[in-house]
């Protein structure tokens, strides 16, 4: 498998002057983490913004600086060479492109000076058929999967998510691999399992959390209270068809501090997987 990717997430100084924070290379870096983790080739698109206004060049809207027959012509010319690429090796498995860019927008494109627009950038336009992610989606892939983890059958549905997760190439944080699974455990195991847990807790990205059952197991509430806190979004899934209320699932602040599926199948499109776009 392989992907595609917008040229200044392999090197950012192909973007405009003055644009590029420390967050758009904390992202970049992400997303080339996750494709060498998950063995996806990565293979740049052309950057045609550099080929028409050059390398060093302040920023600009699509009507201000690329609605030329010039640029026309040259998107013109680099759409005949990706598709000659994909002709001979397959249809990658996403594209992945810089939310915002006139040419290589996903969800967001400035088109004009006052217009910013929910559409893809004028080069990825070109691409409709094939599925797009913005960087900052694609390089969000570290799961927490807060879960109950105390029967066979609870761990052995945990390993099922997980593995489900991974094929759509998520890294997946799995409690119950930290620690014994014994009641009989010292004061010094209990400490570390807690620091493990909250130092991945720190570190993630997605919280998945399995919220079966009467009511919600109270680690997983925690758990799911501690993302909400920080800012990190919460993924529950409920297959339970078990309704506490005309309208809950679930407990209204874990339902209302996170996206509830019904499903398994249903996680990896929230969770805004590159096979799901």
Known sequence: ???????????PSLRAEGITRDEDLRAYAACLKRCSAFGLEVVALPCAETLYLGKNRTPGTFTERLNTPEFELIIDR????V????????????????????????????YGPEEKLTHRGVFLSRFPEIPAIDAFDFARYRVYLA?????????KYNELIRDLLA????EVYLPQEVGLDSASRNRDAIDHI???HCDALQKTDWIVAIIDGADADSGCAWEIGYAYAKGIPVVSLRTDFRHVGQNEH???????SSVVVTSKEALPRALKSPLHH
């Open 78 to 81: 680099l759409e005949i060479e």
């Open 83 to 110: 598709r000659q690429i994909i002709l001979q090796r397959g249809e990658p498995l996403c594209i992945i492109g810089a939310d915002s860019s006139p040419t290589c927008g996903v969800n967001t494109t400035w």
């Open 194 to 196: 807690f620091r493990s």
């Open 1 to 11: 498998m392989y992907v595609m990717v917008a040229p200044c997430i392999l090197d």
């Open 167 to 170: 094929t759509h190439c998520f």
């Open 147 to 155: 879960s109950p983890l105390f029967t066979e059958a609870e761990r």
């Open 250 to 256: 679930v407990n209204l602040m874990l339902e209302r």
